[in-house]
């Protein structure tokens, strides 16, 4: 009787032998297989996001003004921003308009914008994630430029004008839409900026300077690797 029980298991456990090693025949091509599609994939991708980029980009938002003598408006930039070396810090040149209203009249503001970003967590980038590309793209923003204001009297495009400089402080955030690692890809931006400037109107003693807070959400399309 044990002799019996004892040949039965052997063959049990020879059965089990037989199956593990069919399994092991199907798993093994079948594992092969899907690591030479992850390689192929892998090498699909022409140009891996690595934080180096070239980037144009449509921004827009509302406009808050400093002064009560000038209420809120809107304000909206294009512009040309290229990071080199990866995420560690990036410069955007821009053409910025905006306009708000000074009682009866409107005023208009003409920028040209030069802004240089830091991003100090630009190593979350290695994780390759979508939390590793928002925490990477954190940025704060330093710019300076031109700035012509005009204001308009009425309905009537005659009106002051001045000539100045704007120096400006933000910070910002950008989020993929579609997939970094195919050498171009679709991206969202987010900023704020808050602008100091020497642009005054003659007004007498109603002459305020044309301070500003900008809240900016708009698109960019963003190439791999550096312009220049």
């Given amino acids: 009787m044990n002799l019996f029980c004892l040949n039965g298991l052997i063959n049990l456990r020879g059965y089990w032998l037989v199956v593990a090693c069919a399994m092991c025949c199907i798993a093994l091509p079948a594992a092969a297989e899907e690591q030479d599609y992850a390689q192929q994939r892998l090498e ?26 000038v209420s809120t408006g809107w304000g909206a930039d ?29 005023v208009h503001l003409h920028d040209l914008h030069l802004a240089g970003a830091l991003h100090p967590f630009y190593l979350a980038l290695l994780s390759g994630g ?6 990477a793209s954190l940025h704060l923003e ?20 001045n000539f100045g400089v704007a120096a400006s402080v933000g910070g910002g955030f950008d989020i993929p839409l579609t ?26 003693d109603a002459s305020p300077r044309l301070h500003d807070h900008i809240f900016f959400l708009g698109l960019a399309w963003r190439s791999n690797g550096s312009m220049w």
């Fill in 142 to 161: 330093l710019g300076l430029g031109p700035r012509l204001g005009r204001l308009s009297s009425g309905g009537d495009d005659e009106g002051l004008s």
């Fill in 179 to 204: 997939s970094p690692n195919r050498g171009r890809s679709l991206w969202i931006n987010g900023l704020y900026r808050r602008t100091w400037s020497f642009v005054r109107f003659d007004l007498g």
């Fill in 78 to 106: 294009v512009g040309l921003r290229n990071a080199f070396p990866m995420y560690l810090a990036d410069h955007r040149i821009s053409y910025r308009y905006a306009t708000a209203s000074m009682g009866e009249r409107r």
């Fill in 44 to 69: 699909e991708a022409p140009h891996p996001f690595n934080g180096s980029f070239s980037e144009w980009s449509a921004r827009g938002g509302p406009l808050l003004t400093s002064s009560d003598s």
């Fill in 130 to 135: 979508l939390k590793g590309h928002f925490l």
